[in-house]
């Protein structure tokens, strides 16, 4: 089950993969557990990992054909991926590696390929481990994409919440790019915590932790609204014994057309009639 929002503002994913790329190379100032790899400056990274192949220089045929991808961000997603994985096959160790690997993961994502979006979001992340934009992403999808082995589906729950909480952690972090407005960036690092919050609140959901998914759903849903998320809310809030609060969740899921518009609205009756008939559960 995949967000309804997918083909969020490709511009705003962008923004995110630029401050992720410009705080990779800063010093970070705050404490980082052993899931939250350390923000190294230049000359660190260079000591820690001398085994990496050198960044080669860049070519005018390599100028070339970023600007011809970075420009094609505006287009339609087929000519981007084209452009993004020709670029990668053309230059792998390209300077500009880690920005196309963000946007392609990013238009993977709006293009529902869910294989190539998380092959490719690995791969941007063993780049840039803190980039948010991948990290929001992974951590909503794989918990909505679960494997039918279950010892394969608790190691993809598990990484899911790695993921959703490196970048709640992170994106507060993040400077505002050169070139963007502060409302702009905004918006971008709340699509992408929303993103976050989801991804960790059905973590709990399939831990059977409902009254731990409830408040992550619910800030995901304040965040930006969504009708998927506003249906976990529901299905949360019912399971904690919150049927007012599932009432409502279920009815502001309803109130948007999809498929889940008749389950929402048979949701919403079903919670309004145990409200009236069980009693609540405290919060």
Known sequence: MLKTGRRACCKAFCLLAAAAVVCACQPSARAQ????????????????????PET?????????????????????????????????QKYPQSRYRAIVLSTLTST?????????????GEKALATTPNDVQVLAILAQTLPRVLSQDPAVATKQIEQAEVYARRAIDV????????????????AAKNRALAMAHSGLGLVFIHRQKFSDAVPELDQSVKLEPDAV??????????KAL?????????????????????????GA???KKLALTQPSAPK
């Open 229 to 238: 998320n506003y249906f976990l809310l529901g299905f949360a809030d019912e």
């Open 269 to 271: 009756a079903e919670a």
């Open 33 to 52: 557990g052993p899931d939250k790899p350390p923000t190294l400056d230049k000359s660190k990274q260079q000591q820690a990992t001398p085994a990496q």
């Open 56 to 88: 080669p220089p860049v070519n005018a045929e390599e100028e070339a054909a970023f600007k011809a991808y970075t420009a094609a961000q505006s287009t339609d997603n087929e000519k981007r991926v084209q452009l993004g994985e020709d670029f990668m």
């Open 242 to 266: 919150h049927h007012d609060d599932a009432a409502a969740a279920f009815a502001k899921c309803a109130a948007v057309q999809g498929p889940l518009q008749a389950r929402c609205q048979a």
């Open 171 to 186: 994106i507060p972090t993040l400077p505002t790019p050169e070139g963007a407005t502060d409302e702009s960036f905004t």
């Open 108 to 120: 993977y994502f709006q293009m529902g390929q869910i294989e190539k979006m998380m092959a490719t």
